[in-house]
């Protein structure tokens, strides 16, 4: 049987036919509008890099000192074709690679991640992201929204998806971790009477609506991902 790492790239294509427009890019633009008040010398590592999507958002918005890991060497492959000479990338588990790089990185980007690690070994990640980081260093996640209408969809679209969250197990996670008391949950930020903006207001109503049906609290956060953002207190 082949390897469904390495086919990975064919899977992702089917699901992302835009990936090489501007909605990627605006994708990346609402969820991360923060980085533009960042320092572009900052050491980002993009964990689970794929094909270098994002890490080709991060060279365009002009961060000079990128890293990405992936455990695909297809996907690797693929990026390495798009990506400038001085994007590092490397072959690797994410959490064999956090090991052998402690405090080294000033931000760490996990997008898509989560779900793809058994619930036992997800505590562990935490933990080593947490200890690649440098004092004061911040992680951003993403991951697939149970609690969105369409969760289900998510959490089934891949068969390397392990698992799935919903904001509250989300910070359940978060909380047994060492950024407990240093993390938040956060929505895009769409521009308001965007496209986004009112098919954000209109996923809202509906959901509302089921969750009344079913006599249960109505979730904070309906997107289709759940975005958190953490720092590395200094202790």
């Not at 992936?70 to 492959?77: A, H, T």
Request: charged fraction near 25%.
């Amino acid at each position: 049987m082949k390897n469904i790492n390495d086919l990975y790239g064919k899977h992702y294509s089917r699901l992302n036919k835009e990936s090489n427009s501007t909605f990627i890019r605006s994708s990346y633009k609402s969820e991360l509008w923060f980085l533009k008040d960042l320092d572009r010398s900052l050491k980002i590592l993009d964990l689970g890099c794929g094909q270098g999507i994002l890490l080709r958002y991060l060279s365009y918005l002009g961060f000079t000192s990128l890293t990405g890991v992936d455990i695909s060497s297809s996907q690797l492959e693929a990026a390495e074709k798009t990506l400038p000479d001085s994007v590092r990338l490397e072959k690797d588990s994410a959490i064999e690679f956090l090991e052998k790089n402690r405090n080294a990185f000033d931000l760490i980007i996990s997008y898509d991640i989560l779900e793809h690690i058994e619930e036992d070994l997800a505590p562990e990640l935490l933990e080593q992201i947490f200890g690649s980081l440098r004092n004061y260093g911040r992680a951003i996640f993403r991951t697939p929204n149970m609690g969105s209408l369409l969760g289900i969809y998510s959490r089934y679209i891949d068969i390397t998806h392990k698992t799935g969250y919903t904001e509250y197990s989300l910070m359940q996670l978060l909380d047994a971790s060492p950024f407990s008391g240093s993390y938040k949950l956060f929505a895009p930020s769409y521009g308001i009477l965007s496209k986004k903006w009112f098919a954000e207001r209109l996923n809202f109503l509906i959901s509302a609506i089921l969750f009344k049906i079913q006599f249960r609290s109505i979730p904070r956060f309906l997107d289709k991902n759940l975005l958190a953002y953490a720092e590395k207190r200094s202790k």
